[in-house]
């Protein structure tokens, strides 16, 4: 999802020419973190695998949707093919309950049902046994709930395009597809492959995730049917309906492969321009992560009112066609990554989503390193440092379907992070093995943190828990405490040094620079340390080491 960095913009505008290093707080941490809500009987029937959940694997959905515009309402279908895990004679589904139910169907019965919040309870009239195959049909429509604030406070987007012509789409990230369809609305449930089929006016294009199959005209309604032919988390699945123009550019000298673009009509020419970028983009998490993941569904990128949002093969632009101070623009920067981090990998709850935003937002510092260098690299990720809030640990709580979209953490703490663990293992080839091993491993399945810290024990022959256990798992950074005490008679000066805020385990290095300007990885412990040098100019801390907060103790 396309974080909140309008204070990022500001601060790149105004010192993007300054010299910048460092990527360090001086702000007090809060002493507590900050509260979740009292979570409730709903969040659980979306976030929590219960025995009625957890019992079947929905591996395969046709879903058929026909818009009535005019009246912001849809009909529809979905066919959901089912495989035992257990065995069952009732399952939990999930629809808003703003959503209307005409029936379900089961080998021709109509099947019984009930509802409470966006819980569905299908009950068969026999045990189905563990390993069986069934397909069950539910038939639905209504009004579904309209986006306030898309796309972090989710729902429909009813739009009119600057010509006043329709413009239709859904982000529904976090709230779930639940909104509009009826499924398995389940982070782990991610169906291998499935079918969709839009009806819409006469006049107007629908682009959605994957390969368009068929598109069939009838009097006064077309159409269009796409297949998508890997795993895909639910909240991805999308469409965008509006007048839209076609164009692609060649991704390789064969011309296989092509990156597809839909922009209204009248941005034709601004966005052929704008879109080269792309290629770039592209090629760069290709090296940095492996092959993008969904070369048989294409990749794409579609115009939308809303900033942007990640939706699996069909992502969402809505930026502006605007370049930020470096160059780029941060939107197909971001939810590009996110083909990698969030779809082929996705997590297994919220509680983890910093694998989603907080890689994706790495990914943007990676591709300004590979393209401008290191230093812009460390000043592109001081800009992020500051928006940090520190309020809540960045892994959240599991089984409740949360994550507070307001938070920031999760993106950027987590991108510091990553820069923090690169630092600390102090090897750039085992540090990119972790990231390219880890998608490699993963790719096209659902995750959680603890897979990703096994893996870098696992390529770094160390246990790093002492690490991820301060990043993830508690609210404050770790901060070093100083002493520089410098004689009056000589250059001679001694450093004094010791990590506060953290378990006795914690062994993070960080370097210093040197009077005469070289660099000294020095070892922080909990216990006082100290260095002595040599020089005219004070010791000093390189905080672009990593993310930490620093204090200068007062002296004995």
């Not at 299908?122 to 069934?134: A, C, L, R, S, W």
């Not at 940095?288 to 939308?304: A, H, I, Q």
């Not at 001694?494 to 506060?500: A, E, G, H, V």
Request: contains cysteine.
């Amino acid at each position: 999802m396309k974080h909140q960095n309008f204070l990022l913009f500001f601060f790149i505008i105004c010192f993007t020419s300054c010299s910048l290093i460092g990527i360090n707080i001086n702000r007090k941490a809060p002493e507590r973190a900050g509260k979740y809500p009292k979570f409730k009987e709903q969040d659980s029937l979306v976030g929590y695998l219960s025995k009625d959940r957890d019992c079947y694997h929905p591996y395969y959905y046709e879903l058929a949707v026909d818009f009535n515009i005019k009246e912001k309402s849809i009909q529809g279908s979905n066919k959901i093919f089912i495989l035992a895990k257990t065995d069952f004679n009732t399952i939990l589904l999930n629809l808003n309950e703003q959503m209307k139910i005409y029936s379900i169907k089961y080998n021709g019965q109509l099947l019984s049902y009930r509802r409470k919040y966006t819980g569905l309870w299908v009950n068969f009239p026999e045990t189905i046994p563990k390993g069986e195959h069934i397909v069950i049909d539910i038939f639905y429509g209504g009004k579904p709930v309209i986006a306030k604030r898309p796309p972090w406070e989710g729902g429909f987007v009813w739009k009119k395009d600057d010509e006043k012509r329709p413009w239709v789409g859904v982000a529904c990230e976090q709230v779930g597809a639940n909104l509009w369809w009826p499924l398995k609305d389940h982070l782990t449930a991610e169906p291998d492959s499935m079918q969709m089929t839009y009806t819409v006016p006469k006049g107007l294009i629908c682009v959605s995730n994957g390969k368009l199959l068929d598109q069939t005209d009838s009097a006064d309604k077309t159409s269009f049917t796409y297949k998508v032919s890997y795993p895909i988390n639910t909240y991805n699945v999308t469409f965008y309906i509006g007048k839209f123009e076609h164009f692609s550019i060649s991704y390789n000298k064969e011309e296989k492969k092509r990156l597809h673009f839909y922009v209204l009509d009248y941005n034709l020419e601004k966005a052929q321009n704008h879109f080269k970028q792309t290629k770039k983009v592209v090629q760069t998490f290709e090296k940095l992560y492996g092959e993008y993941p969904y070369w048989l569904d294409d990749f794409k990128l579609v115009e939308s009112p809303f900033e942007g949002m990640e939706h699996q093969t069909a992502i969402a632009y809505g930026n502006g066609y605007r370049n930020n101070a470096y160059g780029v623009d941060y939107i197909i920067l971001h939810e590009t990554a996110h083909e990698w981090w969030g779809n082929a990998i996705s997590v297994k709850d919220y509680a983890d989503i910093w694998i989603h935003e907080g890689m994706a937002t790495y990914s943007e510092a990676l591709y300004i390193e590979e393209t401008m260098g290191r230093e812009t690299y460390n000043n592109y990720l001081y800009f992020y440092s500051i928006l940090i809030k520190n309020k809540k640990p960045v892994v959240g709580p599991t089984d409740v379907n949360y994550w507070n979209y307001k938070d920031s953490d999760p993106y950027m703490k987590g991108a510091l992070m990553m820069h923090s663990l690169r630092i600390s293992i102090g090897n750039d080839s085992i540090f990119f093995d972790i990231l390219k091993s880890f998608y490699q491993q993963y790719k096209h399945q659902t995750v959680t943190s603890q897979n990703f810290i096994d893996m870098v024990s696992l390529k770094t022959g160390s246990n790093y828990s002492w690490f991820f256990n301060q990043y993830l798992y508690k609210h404050q950074p770790p901060k070093l405490e100083y002493f520089i005490e410098a004689s009056d008679k000589s250059n001679e000066q001694t450093f004094y040094y010791k990590w506060i805020n953290v378990a006795d385990d914690f062994v993070m290095p960080i370097l210093v620079k040197n009077p005469d300007g070289s660099k000294t990885k020095i070892y922080p412990t909990t216990a006082e340390k100290s260095i002595q040098v040599s020089g005219e100019r004070l010791i000093e801390i390189d905080v672009s080491s990593a993310y930490f907060a620093k204090t200068e103790r007062k002296r004995k």
